[in-house]
C-alpha cells in the first residue's frame, strides 16, 4: 500500500473513532445556581445540550470586559432589569433576532434592539402587617411619601437595583423635581435606618418594629416555604400599589448573549427554551415569579394574591432613568 493512501486511512480511521464534541452553553448568573438549577436539569435531558452556571454576585460587566472576546460565557442571567443593562450598556453583549422570543415575549419586556430579553417578572410591592394596618390602607407609591406612615416604613437599601430600579419608574412617571421629593418623604418616614434585604424587612413587620416595608412578590413564595420564616411571612398581607394614573411596578429576570458567545447557537436554542411553556410552568412553580408567556398560569400560591394593574411603561424607559435614579437617591442621603 501506498504511504499517502495508507496516511488517509489511519486519518480517516481515526476521525470516526473521535466522538463528536457535546454541545454546552455557559452562564454567567446572578440568580443563586439553585434558583435556576430545575431548568438547567431539564433543558439538558431534553436537549442533551450540557449548561454551565458560574455564579458571578457582583462585577459581571467588568469581568467581560475584562475577558473581551475571550469570553467562555455565551447568556448572562441576571435577577433586574438594572443588572442586565449594565451589562447591556458595557457593550459586551450581542443582539438577538429570533421569531420564537419575540411571539413568546411581551414587547415591553424585552429590548427593542434585541440585546436583552424578560424571562420572568415580579411586582415591587407592600408588605403590609395584618394587625396595624387596615386592608386597603395602602393605595399608591406616590401616598408612601405621605405624613400617616411617618415612623412606620422599613425598606432595605435604596441604592439596591431593586428600589433603584422602582426610583427609575417615579422619574418615568412625574420627572426629578417630584421624584426628589417623593425620595425625601419617604426617608421621612422610615422607622430605622435601611438595612438588610427585603425578608429582613418582613421579620422587622413581624417584630413590631415598623408597619409596612417594600419588596418583591416573590419573596414571599420563599418565605412560606421557609419554617423559620413562615410566621413572619403569615404577619403580612401582599398590597399592590400603582402609580397615579399608572399601574403596579413590574420588574424583569433576564437574559442576554455575550458579545463573544463562542456556543452561539446552543446559547440561542436555550434562549428559546427557556420561554417555552416547560421553562416558565418550573420558573412559576420552583421560584413563584410570573410567566412572561401569555398563557402558561401562575402557582397556585401566588394566584391566591390577587389581581393587579401591571404598569404600562416600559421597563426600557424605566432602565434609561438608572443614573439618574441613582444620583437623585444619593442626593438626599437617602441610607444615611
Wanted: hydrophobic share 40%; aromatic share 8%; proline share 4%.
Amino acid at each position: 500500500m501506498r504511504p499517502a493512501i495508507a496516511s488517509s486511512i489511519a486519518l480517516a480511521l481515526c476521525t470516526t473513532a473521535l466522538p463528536a464534541l457535546a454541545e454546552e452553553v455557559n452562564i454567567y448568573s446572578h440568580r443563586q445556581p439553585e434558583l435556576i438549577q430545575p431548568l438547567v436539569d431539564a433543558f439538558s435531558a431534553e436537549t442533551g445540550i450540557d449548561v454551565n452556571v458560574a455564579f458571578v454576585d457582583k462585577g459581571m460587566a467588568e469581568r467581560l470586559v475584562a475577558e473581551g472576546d475571550r469570553s467562555p460565557a455565551d447568556l448572562v442571567l441576571t435577577v433586574d432589569i438594572a443588572r442586565l443593562m449594565q451589562v447591556v450598556d458595557a457593550g459586551v453583549t450581542q443582539p438577538v433576532e429570533s421569531e420564537v422570543l419575540d411571539a413568546n415575549i411581551p414587547e415591553s419586556f424585552r429590548d427593542p434592539e434585541g440585546h436583552w430579553f424578560g424571562l420572568t417578572s415580579r411586582a415591587r410591592i407592600v408588605y403590609a402587617s395584618k394587625e396595624r394596618v387596615a386592608d386597603g390602607e395602602v393605595t399608591t407609591y406616590e401616598d408612601l411619601a405621605s405624613e400617616k406612615w411617618k415612623g412606620r416604613i422599613c425598606t432595605r437599601s435604596f441604592t439596591n437595583d431593586y428600589n433603584v430600579a422602582l426610583t427609575g419608574a417615579v422619574l418615568a412617571h412625574h420627572g426629578a423635581e417630584a421624584a426628589r421629593s417623593w425620595l425625601e418623604g419617604v426617608k421621612a418616614n422610615l422607622a430605622k435606618k435601611p438595612e438588610g434585604g427585603d425578608r429582613d424587612q418582613v421579620k422587622s413587620i413581624w417584630a413590631g418594629e415598623c408597619d409596612i416595608s417594600l419588596g418583591n412578590t416573590y419573596y414571599m413564595g420563599q418565605m412560606a416555604n421557609d419554617p423559620e420564616q413562615k410566621e413572619w411571612a403569615d404577619s403580612v398581607r401582599i398590597t399592590f400599589p400603582t402609580f397615579e394614573g399608572g399601574g403596579t411596578h413590574m420588574n424583569i429576570s433576564g437574559v442576554a448573549m455575550t458579545r463573544a458567545a463562542p456556543n452561539r447557537e446552543a446559547a440561542l436554542k436555550l434562549m428559546e427554551w427557556l420561554t417555552s411553556d416547560e421553562a416558565q410552568r418550573i420558573y412559576a412553580e420552583t421560584n413563584h415569579e410570573f410567566p412572561v408567556k401569555e398563557g402558561v398560569a401562575r402557582s397556585e400560591l401566588v394566584q391566591s394574591w390577587g389581581e393587579f394593574t401591571p404598569d404600562e411603561i416600559g421597563l426600557a424607559e424605566v432602565a434609561a432613568q438608572r443614573a439618574e435614579a441613582l444620583k437623585l437617591i444619593e442626593s438626599v442621603n437617602f441610607d444615611g
